[in-house]
């Protein structure tokens, strides 16, 4: 990666955060409310800068009370306005699910197309840091199972602003996650690619469009979040192994962006699956079965993939890496497919 | 309306409650076999509000365009007394493409922006979502306000006391209104309740709660009007828990063989009890007590045959409003 | 030794809970706080050594809760307790019936948790059986405001025949309305007000109000009572009362706190001091009756009603002097070196409860 002196760079939690700065000027019926997203900025750094710059009229502290101020962004939402709205961890939607569930994702399919929920659900995902079972997963493949929000999985400050901007224009409920690992926290070990090249000025990045992050023609390795950027660090560590890896990032779960991943396994015939989330009737399941449907025959190798091993996120550090998808595992798994 | 008129709460009442028995007789009538409660022209649960009708019509008095009702599974009767759509809204309970969710909603379901009136299937989780919508009013700068449904078994789930919180913590102009009709199906408030009176739960968030006994309306009337006055003048939340009645059973097809006091049900209908106090002070007369009554029988039935000669929608549209 | 007592206990579930909590702030008074003051009741009765307490029965969960407490060890000094077996209406009924069984029973005292509206109730029910009110209403004029302990003591003592009943009670006035056929009463107040709304029962806009009769005026009370109580003060135990025609274009204006939390500027007509004993006839074109705060009765016509002041309310319980008594009762010796008056008249405070202060 190249950079000229007037690019900037900031980090993911900036970029996501100038998002929603960007279209609070534009849009006043914009306006961010959670725990602790006001004067602290969003424990993760969500909404950083956003209370000095808009006051505690449009970036707002809640109490502890999923249930009652998720479902308060429900109804100012249909009411028309468009609250983005942080849940602090994604582990906290058992308290708030009904919600989530059964209310911002149905009401506009239970009203016939009617009502319309325009918002933005922001949650930090993800392990590696020894917060253990309560405060580590991913479970972006549990919103995306259920119908009715978009679910948006940014892995890099470009796409976390653009996607961020999208998501608040969108007339449907975003699910919009953020792992903790990818922010560019400065009280957390984080992947460089933590900080890119992020333009001044709003800009969109389509929601349910896949983004090839690597090209290469011998495997394929579809992907998300911060296993994007560890996949990238294995692939252009392999490419000097002379192994061409192909990155596709796929941004977001809901939409499924089918085309970009089948146009990829088509062209290299293998593919491994990476994702963070747990491994049975998730994500790694469902890009495999979206390959089956498509042409079974357009893998050279048997479909492979890496996933936590369906056990809860442990604490201590050797176990938690032991189920986490880290670097040696994919490039051990990118290596078992060119075998 | 907002000055009482008692002829016109009377004539909202009889319609409601001609809405209710005519839907209970339709929802048997095609039963086959009787005991399938998926089968017939309006398949799947049915919760009816008869004797629930004071609530609604008390509290809607005083409502205007713009304000809004989250109310619960049992919601006809606050969504004919808000001006919902009859005919739409039958059609929809049919499951037909003419009703107000094309048919996606059903009974339990019924959404018309237009007037700003939802309900949820989920007890007390409409609660959140009228703080919500009254969060809007208020950053509108609008005078409009919104209305909360549960009942007294609802009222023990987090999301009530959740909403009471935010009401209070942020002065919304919400009034949660809770039908205590003594029964969470068939468990009895004194089973399910400590402190027994939510109006009283309401003191403890530094909210007003009023308790409305005797199933009275004009009670309510008065209760509602000054709740809600409140609330436009941008002085917060009350809440309001009048003491109802579940005059038929929690569902079509409830037996209530739990109910101990169900043989002195119907001495307790507000409707008749109420023509009567109408009639002692000469403001209702026999005439106009069958003239209430024709307009109301013929409402419905124009509705109901509205909804009959709906088209179904097709299995196709069933992919359709998912999304925007 | 002490007699075997029994005291009757009323606590009025609906009780500090109509829309003056929205309109005025009203007082709140929760079923939990009224559960915890008939505890605290419970103790000074056990105390005092009375042997049986009958309570109420609701539906509002306040027997219920005390019916649950009663069993704990810390209950162990209460009296027994047994509840009145009766049909829940969820209406004012519940109070009549209860109080009739206590008074059928021959309890030796009735304790009642409510306000002015709960304590009309018991008139003409309670006949000759002293009555202690603690105030748990939204409008609280009659009732006293002393701490249930003490009210449980002063009961105690008085059911236990520690105390002479005759040195520390009174009879109260009531107000009675009368059109002929029907009649009602009242213990504190009767307003007759335009328009024809019962509703919630509760007055809160006197820009309706035309006459108010009243039993007593305390300069200090609360509630419609308070208008005579700015303007000519009278006592709970004088042989008169009060009756203003209210003119709101009258030059005469009286702020009073006419309910908690509402302060309003009332123009009057007249005051007339009205004898025990006398009726007054009262023109009434259509309006309603107001008994003690709240809306009760319509007068859909014309007609002409009676009102009459009379002494044949309840027999009340001065708590204070009842304790007083108690107090020259003990015979505890004294080792105060400092001297001291021996004479218990000289401690009296000068003004009872209902004493007159004329």
Redesign the interface.
Known sequence: MSTTTESRRVTTAKAMAEGIGQEMQRDPNV?VMGEDVGAYGGIFGSTTDLFGEFGPDRVID??I?E???????????????R?VVELMFVDFYG?CM??IS??MAK??????????VPMVLMSATGGGYSDAAQHSQCLWGTFAHL??M?VVVPSNPYDAKGLMISAIRD??PVMYLFHKGGQGLVWMEKNPRSIGEVPEEPYTVPIGKAAVAKEGTDVTIVTLSLSVQHSLDVAEQLEGEGISVEVVDLRSLVPLDTETVLESVGKTGRVLVVDEDYKSFGLTGEIAAVIAENDPGMLKKPFSRLAVPDVPIPYARPLEYGVLPTREKITAAVKDLMA | MTELDRLAMYRQMVRIRQYEARIMQEYHADKSPAWDIGAGLIPGEMHLSAGQEPAAVGVCAHLKKGDAITAPHRPHHFALAHGVDMNKMTAEIYGRETGLCRGKGGHMHLFDPDNHFSCSGIIAQGLPVACGQALAFQRKGTDNVAVAVAGEGAANQGAFHESLNLAAVWNLPVIFVIEDNDWAISVPRSASTAGVSNADRASGYGIPGVRVEDNDVEAMFEAAGAAIDRARAGEGPSLIEIHTLRLWGHFEGDAQAYRSELETVNERDPIPKYAASLQELGDLTDDQIADIQAEADAEVDAAIEFAKSSPEPTAEDALLHVFA | MSKVATVGVIANPASSRDVRRIVARGPATTANDKINMLVRLMEGLGGAGVNTVISMSDAGGIAAGLAGLSTRKSASNWPVLHFVDQEITHTPTDTVTAVEHMAERGVDAIVVLGGDGTNRLLIGKSGDIPVASISSGTNNAFPSRHEPTVVGLAVGFLATGRVDRQRCSYRAKTLQVSDGSTSTKALVDMAILDGDRIATGAIWDVTSLREVFLCFAEPHAIGLSSLGGRLRPVCRRDPHGLRITVDERSNHRVLAPIAPGLVRDIGVAHVDVMSAGNAVEVDVSSGVIALDGERAHRFPERRSVTVSLDLDGPIVLDVQRAMQLAAEGQQVEEHNARPHTTDPSQTHPTNHEGESND
């Open positions: 306006f809640t109490p009370s249930t009652g101020f998720i479902g308060a962004g429900i109804g100012a939402a249909v009411e028309g306005l609250p308290v009904d919600q059964n209310h009401i506009h399919y239970e009203s016939g197309g009617n009502v319309k119908p009715g978009k007339d449907n």
